[in-house]
Structures are given as structure tokens and as C-alpha cells.
């Protein structure tokens, strides 16, 4: 089944043209009608599989088909985790929407910047990207008005929904009408995204697309054995002697990253760390000049690692172990994608043994693994 063949207008299958888009993922083939038939959808699917198209093409499309606001009041919300994640989901409404015959106007709004300018351009907005934080602000301001939200997408909704974001929302639901369209997306299936079904969504069309065997093959994944004490001098070294370039470290906090990231600059290593502590500003500066290739190692947490999306890339490592197999398989996913193989790399701890064995037997692939000892990290 071809773009063609899902009732996409002329001008959004011209979109997908320009852009190099030849055949709808399978995530896009069933979320594509079901929205355009203005269904509840939840949507599970591993990262780089097409999430973002498969919501955002049939929005598109039925604000062609309906009366859209001119006013402060939006049609369409979509809420994300972080502000990397806005400016993504931002560009890829107006790559596919620029050329529509009735002008749909997107904007991406998010903390960290002035709040000035984002509200003085909210008059005549059809389709709101928002963090929640900055959503609220705008509301309290009466910049924007959500009474007549036709439809609501929570993207990377397992992270919209856990304790952090609790409260706010809360706010927010209960700013919504209640009739309206809800679209959950998401890399991973959890509790939070499980118990959700029950509160916001109607006789949802539940789609879970499973990894498939090849995308995991496309991974070369390697384990090296090291003590905490080592990590730092293995990170640098793997880095240096495999001359690696465009690598995307992950850490589990923001005050680890910050210390990898400063390690690596202080042995010649440009690199730079991303995470919710830092400023919008030296966070879009650390990701452009990642993604141009400039920047040789990005440092960042889970939650930030939502906004990366980079087709090439060609090596992660984990510096620290995530908490669960499934954010594991999140991470790696960041490489291997559009068919090219890219390379996963882990530093286990002899604390962290036990858990990575757990993650190799729920991902049904063993991790071939190195004994860092026999390795002279003298002078990284």
C-alpha cells in the first residue's frame, strides 16, 4: 500500500514527495484512516518508525475539511515532554502543511525564552505544539484558549503521563472540552500509558507496532566490563582509538552528564551536554551542531534524547544503564535506523551486570562483551 492509498489530499501527497517519502510505515498505515476518521487512537511504536508523520499528515488533512479558528482559540494541541521535541514536531507540521490550499498556521511554544514574542503570534494559530509548563503560562495570560480543541495528541505520551508531569496535567485536561479527539503516541508501553487508556481515550484504535528482527540486527551491539573508576578513561578511549565521530552518549542524570561532557572537552574531545537544566539557547546551539556534524559527542539524558532525531547516526553509548529494557531499546534505536546500521555501545559496572543480562533476554539478542581490564587506558 502506497501514500495514495490512504486518502491523503494532492497536496499532502506532493509534501511527502518533495521530502523523500516513498511508502507509509506500518505505524502510518493504520493511524493515517483511523484519524482521518476522526477515531481515538494510542500508537506504540519503536523510535524512527514514522509516529510523527502518521498524526500529523491526517491532522493536516481534516483542518482542510473543517471551519479552523482565527481567533486565540486552537484546534489542534499537541503537548510534548520537551522543548526539542516542539521544534521538531514544529518543523515536520510545516514541511508537510506549507503548501496546503487553505493556510494552516503551526506554532511551537516552550520554556526557556521570552514568553513576549510567543504570545503576541498566537492570534490565528490552528495548530499548538506546547510543553505543558509554557501551555499553562500562555493560558493564565489568556493568550491562548483551549474550549474549542477539536483534537489532542500527547506525543511520547509514557513521559506526558508519569509523576513529573502530573500536575500540570491535570490543569490542562481539565481546561479541554470534553468531546474531543485523543491521539496517545508513544516509543514504549508502560502502566502509565496503560492505565491512561481507560481515562482519556474512547473506544480507542490501538496500534502496536513490534520491533521488528531487522531493526534490531541493523545494531552492532557490543558490552565492555569496567569499573566505575574506569568509565571515564574507556569512554575517551573507545572514542579516540575507534576514531568515532557523531556519538551520542546517554547518562541518567543531568549532573553525570555535565561531568562526562566536561571530561571529554578537558581530553580534546568537543562535546557538549543537552538536558533539561540547561538554557533553550545552549541547548539548540549543542543540538544544530551535533546533527551538522561539528560537534563530535552529545551527552544527554532519556527524557532529553526525545527531540534527537537524527537519520544517520551512527553510534550510541551508554555510559550509564537505563532503568528499564524497553528505554534501552529506545536508546539504541536512536542508531540503526532508515535501514543503516549504526553501532550501540554499553559500559557495564559489575553492579550493573545482573540488570544488563535482564535487558539482553527481554530484547531475545546476547551482547557479545569485552573485559576492559586487559585494556591500557593510560593517558585517557
Sequence with gaps: MTFDDLGLSPALLEALAEQKYTQPYPIQ??????????????????TGSGKTA????????NLQNSAVSQSRHINVLVLVPTRELAMQVGEVFYMLGKDLPKRIKTMAVYGGVS????????????????????????TESNAVHLSNIETLVLDEADKMLNIGFKEEMDRILALLPKKRQNLLFSATLNEDVTSINQILLHDPVVIKIEPEKDYIDLINQLGYFVS?????????????????????????????????????????????AIHSKKSQG????????????????????????????IQFLPHVINYELPRSPKDYIHRIGRTGRAENPGEAISLVTPEEQHHFRIIQKKMGKPITMIDSEGLDLQGY
Design 29 to 46: 498505515l493504520e493511524a493515517i484512516p483511523a484519524i482521518l476518521k476522526k477515531k481515538d487512537v494510542l500508537g506504540i511504536a519503536q
Design 54 to 61: 502518521s498524526y500529523v499528515l491526517p491532522i493536516l488533512m
Design 115 to 138: 514568553i513576549n514574542p510567543q504570545m503576541m503570534r498566537m492570534n490565528g494559530v490552528n495548530v499548538l505544539i506546547a510543553t505543558p509548563g509554557r501551555l499553562l503560562e500562555l
Design 228 to 272: 566505575e573508576e574506569r568509565k571515564g578513561p574507556l569512554l575517551r578511549y573507545i572514542i579516540k582509538s575507534q576514531n568515532l565521530e557523531q556519538v551520542l552518549v546517554f547518562t541518567s542524570s543531568t549532573f553525570k552528564a555535565d561531568t562526562v561532557a566536561d571530561k571529554l572537552r578537558n581530553n580534546g574531545i568537543k562535546a557538549s
Design 282 to 309: 545552549a541547548r539548540t546551539e549543542a543540538l544544530a551542531k551535533f546533527k551538522a556534524g561539528t560537534l563530535r559527542v552529545l551527552v544527554a539524558t532519556d527524557l532529553m534524547s526525545r527531540g534527537i532525531d
